[in-house]
């Protein structure tokens, strides 16, 4: 009778798998609200939900440069031409360059990344319900998803140990898969139904501010202004910049100086 311990070891990782991934999905899709007002994105919103914190800073850095607030050259140095910032994100950027206006650009990123200002234009995002709640909430279902793969491998491995044990006189070989089969379908079916109902959650938005992105991503690409370069850099990133030296900036690596 070892195959029965088996088989309940079985039906026991399947299902804390499962349960736990349909949890996890579970306190995702309450982040997928319908906000009780037209929500207009700005661009450091868009930033936000394209690409978190680090895309805000970026799109700060370009903004400020293209209006010739800021200089950054393609070595890796930001320099503060204009120190007057225009609101809380130029007013990071500024303050992490420091009272001597010149920096390398990679801490400037990295600091303004992590301010109050963009901590505080997430939260507001979270609380309207387009952007997903926290780093956890964006990894909990992908981690779950992980686990029932693994907990569908284990089913499998402790069904081939139950049919290579002798085979008991009151169960066949034949009714033993048969129970190992039950498990084993729970986990890939909930597998096959996290494919569906879960692949729309991206990293940093929910799926109503996926929608929102993708009608500001169709107007960016209508348009050739400013304005629409600042869209696209907020979408796609850095490397929807056009112009090589700036692009270069952002590109640009820490090196030992040389003798």
């Known amino acids: 009778m070892f195959w029965v311990l088996l088989l309940l070891l079985a039906w026991a990782v399947a299902g804390t ?9 579970v306190r ?10 037209e929500h207009g994105l700005t661009l450091y919103e868009a930033a936000f939900l394209s690409g978190g914190p680090a895309r805000v800073a970026d799109l700060t850095l370009v903004s400020m440069a293209r209006q010739q607030r800021l200089l950054l050259a393609h070595t890796g140095w930001a320099t503060v031409v ?11 950027v500024i303050g992490a360059i420091g009272p001597e206006g010149q920096s390398r650009i990679a801490p400037v990123r990295s600091a303004a990344a992590g301010a109050d200002a963009v901590r505080s234009l997430g939260e507001g995002l979270v609380r309207a319900g387009l952007a997903v709640p926290d780093v956890a ?15 569908a491998l284990a089913v499998f491995g402790l069904g081939a140990v139950a049919l290579a044990l002798p085979a008991p006189t009151e169960m066949p070989h034949d009714l033993v898969a048969m129970w190992f089969a039950l498990p084993l379908t729970l986990t890939l079916s909930c597998l096959a139904i996290a494919r569906v109902e879960v692949h729309p959650y991206a990293r940093w938005a929910s799926p109503a501010g996926q929608r929102l992105l993708g009608g500001l991503h169709r107007r960016a690409n209508r348009a050739a202004d400013d304005h629409s370069l600042l869209a696209s850099v907020a979408v796609r990133g850095i490397r929807a910049i056009g112009e090589p030296e700036l692009r270069a900036a952002f590109a640009h690596r820490d090196q030992l100086p040389r003798e």
């Open 17 to 25: 798998a499962c349960t736990r991934l349909c949890l996890a999905a």
């Open 28 to 37: 995702t899709a309450t982040t997928d609200t319908d906000p009780g007002r």
């Open 82 to 92: 204009d120190p007057l910032a225009r609101d809380e994100m130029e007013r990071s």
């Open 137 to 151: 909430a964006r990894t909990t279902v992908a981690a779950g998803v992980r686990q029932v793969r693994a907990a």
